[in-house]
């Protein structure tokens, strides 16, 4: 079942070995700075305690990560059910990518969908029939985009402006404008800080 299938790739992906010795590094270290400041800054400690290590500090973890890699092929090698599974999984990523096909994290779309109080579990077919939606939704927006406000302004770059407009004249899109404001001083719904700061709209009287 799929269900079946998304615990056996579970079981892969959490097997599967860091990519290199500072992957494995990195990954060991944030777990003790997680808590300190944003990822990027997170990022920056993690690279400069790297690079404080000496070669022989490194190539200790580089080996780590070799060993990982050969304990990870023996694995698959004595399970050749999950072995053909993980090949077929690759096989169909490389023909999704030639057919310029993106695929969002099913793994993230899975955690959205559970953020609803009213659903406890989701099947792999469903996650992927809406990760299939979403990215035809956002081909047809774009496309529209192109069609009904880029080329009648002769502009080769999508702007803000273009995409805030398609959802404000096309009746299709309605269920979405909340989200995104028609507003002059608008970032994708969000309003931007006045640059010259609000306007004191109290006047001063004698």
Known sequence: SSEIIQQQLNELD????????YMLFASTHRKDIGQCGAVSEQSKRIAALWNALNDSEKEEWNEKVSKA???YEQYLDSNPDLKNLLKIQQENKKRARANGEYQFPLGTIKK???K?????RISKEATVLINNATRMFIEQVVNKTNDEQMILRKAKTLAEKDFIN???SNGKYMFIRHVFKKDKNSVLGVKRNNKGGENNNNNNTE
């Open 14 to 21: 959490s097997k599967k070995p860091p990519r290199s010795g």
């Open 69 to 71: 890699k050969q304990e």
């Open 112 to 114: 959205i969908i559970l």
């Open 116 to 120: 609803d109080p009213d659903i406890n």
């Open 166 to 168: 398609l959802l404000h």
